[in-house]
């Protein structure tokens, strides 16, 4: 593997289990301010990577999908961060808030990692220009070979790397699949016979999506992080 993709993987790798462990941190969290300690007794109430690790969403998908499917986008997820719904005070709505404040701290994550690329910019030449170059390196492949780079240009990738794959995973998690956030909150609205049906042909809708999903995926994301894009060159 070329040394610079290697080194764009192992960033990408750092932020996405930065970022689901914080994603399993925040569901726990709410969780337990609305009345269900399930996951903080289980010790999930935590930023340690190992306390929400998954062996395949972790581990094995995202190896698969960047030697098998060629992917320059990490996917990943951990352990699904348990709940008992009969201690929630009002168990459908408490849980729908439980699951939303993982995609909601992803969201929060990615404006705080903006924020502080957007004080780096201004308060440093030698980030200005990082910023410009982790851009083109992340979108276009550069070659860095010859490259003068500065000492705070892998603050500045990790950042950015922070942005990236904390909204690429919030959209992922927003799908309506089963497993997924996305999926148990739409879970929760549908009626009765309307779940079974949707349980019966969840895995194949999970399968469909690993295979087939990308360009759904994509919609949603490339436009999101677009925006942010805009804003870091604007601000």
């Known amino acids: 593997m070329d040394p610079l993709i290697l080194v764009l993987v192992i960033f990408q790798y750092v932020a996405m289990v930065l970022s689901i462990s914080l994603h399993d941190l925040a569901q726990a969290w709410m969780a337990r301010r609305l009345g269900d300690p399930t996951a903080q007794m289980l010790g999930r109430m935590t930023l340690n990577p190992m306390q929400h690790f998954d062996v395949f969403g972790m581990a094995i998908w995202p190896v698969v999908s960047l030697f098998i499917f060629h992917s320059s986008l990490l996917l990943g997820w951990g352990k699904p961060v348990p709940v008992t719904t009969r201690n929630f005070r ?51 492949r550069i070659t860095l070979e010859g490259a003068n780079l500065s000492p705070i240009f892998p603050v500045v990738l990790l950042l950015y790397f922070g942005i990236l794959v904390n909204l690429l995973l919030m959209v ?9 956030d996305g ?21 194949y809708l999970m ?27 604007a601000l």
């Open 90 to 140: 009002r168990p459908g709505k408490d849980e729908v808030m439980a699951v939303m404040a993982g995609p909601g701290m992803q969201l929060l994550a990615a404006v705080v990692f903006l924020v502080l690329l957007v004080v780096l910019k201004h308060a440093s030449q030698d980030a200005f220009t990082s910023i410009g170059i982790v851009r083109l390196l992340v979108t276009h």
């Open 172 to 180: 992922f998690n927003l799908m309506p699949l089963p497993l997924l």
């Open 183 to 203: 999926g148990r909150i739409l879970r929760n609205y549908l009626p009765y016979n309307a779940q079974k049906i949707y349980d019966s042909i969840g895995i």
């Open 207 to 233: 399968f469909g999506f690993f295979f087939l999903g990308s360009g759904l995926l994509m919609m949603f994301f490339a436009p999101l992080l677009g925006i942010f894009d805009a804003l870091l060159r």
